[in-house]
T-cell receptor
């Protein structure tokens, strides 16, 4: 694809529901990140996949958050039992290697009512 | 710990003036320092980066300087223009795994005509 694709672009859900956010990185990129950006705030690191290695999950804020990356390509971020404080834009990014330009998707804006 | 501190959080300048944003990092093994620009409602995009084997890098009106001894790096924008108004993020990789990229909190730059 031409760039990093994320879906859905917008998601409104009720407190307590589960949500899944999808990221389709640039083909061939081995590194994939998920970041969270609350309104007017910075880029909070959530999780990092590098090749076939075990992911770095150190940024996940609670055990309600999980992510997987299938076949070294598409990634899904799952938030269980959503809370209002989970409302934010979830950004996915990919890069060719360990250090290199990150290409961000447009983000998935999550609103928990 | 894994930390990138960025200052100032907001910066207001007159068109034509220079702007400087500073970041410090905690991991002495970090060797790659990118800067991203995020315009309102858009995704972050890389504007310049520097690797630890050089002390300064320039690209037209923007430059980045690196002081590895002091563990800080700075973004310099000269002859600022209204289109430079955006949020700027610095970042550094953290070792102990796969060099995941951690971002500073961001600087909101406003350039007034």
């Amino acid at each position: 694809g031409a760039g990093v694709s994320q879906s859905p672009s917008n998601k409104v859900t009720e407190k307590g529901k589960d949500v899944e956010l999808r990221c389709d990185p640039i083909s061939g990129h081995t590194a994939l990140y998920w970041y969270r950006q609350s309104l007017g705030q910075g880029l909070e690191f959530l999780i990092y996949f590098q090749g076939n290695s075990a992911p770095d999950k150190s940024g996940l804020p609670s055990d309600r958050f999980s992510a997987e990356r299938t076949g070294g390509s598409v990634s899904t971020l799952t938030i269980q039992r959503t809370q209002q404080e989970d409302s934010a834009v979830y950004l996915c990014a990919s890069s060719e290697g360990v250090t290199g330009e990150l290409f961000f998707g447009e983000g998935s804006r999550l609103t928990v009512l | 710990g894994e930390n990138v501190e960025q200052h100032p959080s907001t910066l207001s300048v007159q068109e034509g003036d220079s702007a400087v944003i500073k970041c410090t990092y905690s991991d002495s093994a970090s060797n790659y320092f990118p800067w991203y620009k995020q315009e309102l409602g858009k995704r972050p995009q890389l504007i310049i980066d520097i690797r630890s084997n050089v002390g300064e890098k320039k690209d037209q009106r923007i430059a980045v300087t690196l002081n590895k001894t002091a563990k800080h790096f700075s973004l310099h924008i000269t002859e600022t223009q209204p289109e430079d108004s955006a949020v700027y993020f610095c970042a550094a990789p953290f070792s102990g795994g796969y060099n995941k990229l951690i971002f500073g909190a961001g600087t909101r730059l406003a350039v007034h005509p």
